[in-house]
């Protein structure tokens, strides 16, 4: 079992970065795919972007446009999120959740770990 815990979420103007990150507990971080979603009020939970364990591979939904780069420290427990170029469109709760599954999942219900999330709200 794994917990998750997000921070670095906060208010910013358009334009602007912000580089959230996602702390875990447990021994074998390594085995866990990780991914970010987020959700905007009113919306359903999005997929924005997951690493495989190793931290080689990344997948990005096409929305992200280059704008966000997810990394991972294993040796850490550590994911990062860093996401450039923010637009009010972007203001969400993002969280950061885990599998076991194989690398590629991008919908909600195929994570069994979610942190309690981090809001980001950019205003334009």
């Known amino acids: 079992q794994v917990q998750l815990v997000e921070s670095g979420g906060g208010a910013v103007q358009a334009g602007g970065s912000l580089r959230l990150s996602c702390a875990a507990s447990?021994?074998?971080?390594?085995?866990?795919?990780i991914g970010w979603f987020r959700q905007a009020p009113g919306n359903e939970r999005e997929f924005v972007t997951s690493?495989?364990?190793?931290?080689?591979?990344?997948n990005y939904a096409d929305f992200v446009k280059g704008r966000f780069t997810i990394s991972r420290n294993n040796a850490k427990n550590l994911v990062n999120l860093q996401i450039n170029s923010l637009t009010p469109e972007d203001t969400a709760v993002y969280y950061c959740?885990?599998?076991?599954?194989?690398?590629?999942?991008?919908?909600?219900?195929?994570?069994?770990?979610w942190g309690q999330g981090t809001q980001v709200t950019v205003s334009s």
């Open positions: 690493i495989s364990g190793s931290g080689f591979t990344r």
């Open positions: 447990g021994r074998t971080f390594s085995v866990y795919v």
């Open positions: 959740a885990a599998t076991l599954r194989q690398f590629g999942a991008t919908k909600a219900n195929e994570y069994d770990y």
